[in-house]
């Protein structure tokens, strides 16, 4: 079974700032790992994926994210925040194997101020 | 276009009642997902088809009955709604299951259902 750890429900960034939000994970297998957004009252939308093709994978909006394997860890970054990046952020983690779904982590509020 | 859509976007209704949820993907996926996703915004999935054929059955009341007509298509029925049964409900699509394929979910905009 896998399942994915997001630290800190909230985030809070100047605008310009740097973004950070963690995921940790844990797979029995070598996992795909994504992170998606959702804005307020929208679906989730994909900003990224892992599939092990490279270990840093770029995504929409200059979001990246890079598996670290020994760290197990998923972390999405983006170098100057925006005040539209404000939302709810979710690591979510699948097996590469069989029936497998993505399992969510709880998520995280990117609050982003002035 | 939308890729996958769900209606009604809103659904108020007490309790006690009977509701449905509908959902459209136009992707040409052949898998069909339920999420449910509380007030706390947690994520979990509650039911998944694979060419109209259950093959997640989450620990779900059996008040809850999806049906999938066709691989396009994936409803929801509820009976009997009860107050904890207040969430936004996501309809989502993915590529068939097989190695290789990374399986990424793509949502619809959710249905929100408040139940009185």
């Known amino acids: 079974a896998q399942s994915v750890t997001q630290l800190g429900s909230h985030v809070s960034v100047s605008e310009g700032a740097l973004v950070l939000l963690r995921c940790n994970y844990s797979?029995?297998?070598?996992?795909?790992l994504f992170w998606y957004v959702q804005y307020p009252n929208q679906g989730l939308q994909l900003l990224l994926k892992y599939t092990s093709a490279a270990t840093l994978v770029k995504g929409i909006n200059d979001f990246e994210a890079e598996f670290k394997k020994s760290e197990t860890s998923f972390h999405l970054t983006k170098p100057s925040a925006h005040m539209s990046d404000a939302a709810e952020y979710f690591c979510a983690v699948r097996g590469n194997s069989g029936y497998s779904t993505l399992t969510f982590g709880k998520g995280t509020m990117l609050l982003v101020s002035p | 276009d939308t890729a996958v859509s769900q209606t009604p976007k809103y659904l108020v209704t007490q309790m006690g009642n009977d509701k449905s949820i509908k959902c459209e993907q136009n992707l040409g996926h052949d898998t069909m997902y339920w999420y449910k996703q509380d007030s706390k915004k947690f994520l979990k999935i509650m039911f998944s088809?694979?060419?109209?054929?259950?093959?997640i059955n989450e620990t779900v009341p059996n008040r809850f009955s999806p049906k999938s007509p066709d691989k396009a298509h994936l409803n929801l029925h509820i009976n009997s709604l009860e107050l904890g049964d207040s969430a936004v409900y996501f309809c989502?699509?993915?590529?068939?299951?097989?190695?290789?394929?990374?399986?990424?979910?793509?949502f619809g905009e959710g249905s929100r259902l408040t139940v009185l």
């Open positions: 989502a699509s993915s590529q068939d299951y097989s190695s290789g394929v990374t399986g990424e979910l793509f």
């Open positions: 088809y694979n060419n109209k054929e259950l093959i």
């Open positions: 797979s029995s297998v070598p996992p795909y």
